[in-house]
């Protein structure tokens, strides 16, 4: 007898740690990042010539957010707030790809969110490397503006998260990012242009080449979420899809109008866990979110209460306050050109201030000079007189001090 028991001893020891993977105490979260992508790329949102039906089947099944914003419309500062549940402007991070290699560091009770969910007993992962039948790496982007000592996340490989759970990962895409290098679906011909680009066969080829990015993008996330479930991982894991920032085109990336700052968001719930309060699936939700409420909210799903300096509010749960009533964001030095403007909205309104007004909005930048095709043709277009005055707007040798 006492040999059998210890032998149901030995075989129960050696299956706890199976049983701890297979069925986490609290779930998973997996973070799929798009980069540069507004929700004019997503059929969800209203859009044609995009082909996005994982996105859509995640939204179905969850919940899709109308009015989530960045706080910045470029990467680092962007990244730097979200990852940290703070305004970049309140941790000296506002300026795109600053403090990389001066040792600058974030002030005391601030902390990227890997760290927050490692002490509380997340596993953490900013995947580069997938399995085989997925075909693709991912990014591994983080694009902090500030200096942190060791290696932000524990691993890169996918294969570490069915047995290392609960787990905190992301997945990085540059789909969406230029240079765009997706195969051609979108027809030109038939993409809608907003207004205040010229319609010319080089926006259309250029917007179709965004749409089509998307719809790349939109194929490799469908891999990802087949494997999720072939890991057996899905029913215990929390997704969010967002884009880091607005869109890669003039008037997006870099300012701080709707296309630089507005964001597709998409929640999915797992089965396995219940619903917190204020998550409601297949519903569209219209309250204001501002991205730096993401690491809050992990610190909620995790079941640890947010911390006293974060600024960002948590979205679910039984610590969800009241909706925002507004959403700011900023924006700051960006490559070679200064610019300062800060900008809040409403669910109605957007008032933007610029401080830097005797500053034209096609400021000499070389990296929009050669990535964006439009930004030129606006200029040749201008100089013949062939722009509405909406376009025109965008060409004028100084910017108003203040726009509702």
Not at 21 to 36: F, G, H, S
Not at 249 to 258: A, S, T
Not at 347 to 361: A, K, L, Q, S
């Amino acid at each position: 007898m006492k040999r059998i028991l210890q032998t149901c001893a030995a075989l129960l020891m050696a299956i706890l740690p199976a049983v701890r993977a297979a069925a986490p105490k609290r779930p998973n979260i997996l973070w799929l990042i798009a980069e540069d992508m507004s929700p004019d790329a997503v059929t969800c949102y209203g859009n044609a010539q995009v082909w996005t039906p994982n996105l859509d089947r995640l939204a179905s099944d969850g919940v899709r957010f109308e009015r989530a914003y960045t706080t910045a419309p470029v990467c680092s500062a962007s990244r730097s707030a979200f990852m940290t549940g703070m305004y970049q402007t309140s941790i000296g991070a506002q300026n795109h790809r600053s403090h990389r290699d001066d040792g600058y560091g974030l002030p005391d009770g601030v902390r990227p969110l890997p760290e927050w969910m490692r002490d509380a007993g997340y596993f953490t992962a900013n995947v580069v490397k997938l399995p085989e039948a997925c075909g693709f790496k991912g990014s591994g982007k983080t694009d902090w503006n500030f200096a942190r000592e060791g290696k932000p996340f524990e691993s890169a490989d996918w294969a570490d998260l069915k047995s290392h759970q609960p787990f905190y990962a992301q997945i990085n895409f540059q789909e969406t990012h230029r240079t765009y290098h997706a195969p051609p679906k979108a027809d030109p011909a038939k993409v809608s242009i907003p207004p205040y680009y010229p319609d010319h066969p080089v926006t259309r080829k250029d917007w179709a080449e965004y749409l089509d990015a998307a719809t790349e993008l939109d194929r490799k996330i469908g891999l990802v979420l087949d494997q999720l479930k072939a890991d057996g991982l899905a029913d215990s894991t929390v997704i969010y899809f967002f884009g880091d920032h607005g869109e890669s085109h003039v008037r997006g990336k870099q300012f701080c109008y709707e296309e630089g700052l507005h964001i597709p968001l998409i929640v999915h719930w797992p089965k396995a866990f219940p619903a917190p309060k204020h998550y409601s699936a297949g519903l569209q939700n219209i309250r204001l979110i501002e991205a730096i409420d993401f690491a809050p909210t992990m610190l909620e799903i995790a079941g640890v209460k947010k911390p006293e300096k974060m600024q960002g509010r948590v979205m679910f749960g039984e610590q969800a306050g009241a909706p925002r009533e507004y959403a700011f964001g900023a924006r700051d030095r960006c490559d070679e050109t200064v610019f300062r403007l800060r900008t809040v909205r409403d669910v109605r309104w957007r008032y933007i201030r610029n401080f830097t007004p005797d500053r034209p909005f096609l400021s000499p930048n070389d990296y929009k000079e050669k990535q964006y095709p439009v930004w030129n043709l606006l200029k040749e277009l201008h100089a013949q007189g062939k722009l509405t005055p909406a376009q025109e707007f965008l060409c004028q040798p100084t910017m108003p001090p203040e726009e509702l």
